[in-house]
């Protein structure tokens, strides 16, 4: 099993940037595809961006592409999401995620572990 814990989250203004961090730790989890989800208020989980185990392919969601980028840290552990020009609707709870196989996909049902979340607000 591997444990994620997310950090970073917090209150900001449209047009601010923020970076969230998700550790990793546990058997194999340095070579798991890593996602970042979120999940606004009443509204279903969605794909943000992956991340394959050595870090040279990613993913993105249409809505991010362009202002967010993930990132890992294989020495560290870590999967970093920098997120630039927020938006309000950017606003959710943001979830790390991870997966043992090695194909980078966007449904949240295809993920192993989760991490507990952490909240982004973005305020207009």
């Known amino acids: 099993q591997v444990q994620l814990v997310e950090s970073g989250g917090g209150l900001v203004q449209a047009g601010d940037s923020l970076r969230l961090s998700c550790a990793a730790s546990?058997?194999?989890?340095?070579?798991?595809?890593m996602g970042w989800f979120r999940q606004g208020p009443g509204k279903e989980r969605v794909f943000v961006a992956a991340?394959?185990?050595?870090?040279?392919?990613?993913y993105y969601a249409d809505s991010v592409k362009g202002r967010f980028t993930i990132s890992r840290d294989r020495a560290r552990n870590t999967v970093d999401l920098q997120m630039n020009s927020l938006k309000p609707e950017d606003t959710a709870v943001y979830y790390c995620?991870?997966?043992?196989?090695?194909?980078?996909?966007?449904?949240?049902?295809?993920?192993?572990?989760w991490g507990q979340g952490t909240q982004v607000t973005v305020s207009s």
């Open positions: 546990g058997r194999d989890s340095s070579t798991y595809v």
């Open positions: 995620a991870g997966k043992r196989s090695t194909i980078l996909v966007a449904s949240p049902g295809r993920y192993d572990s």
């Open positions: 991340i394959n185990y050595n870090g040279d392919t990613t």
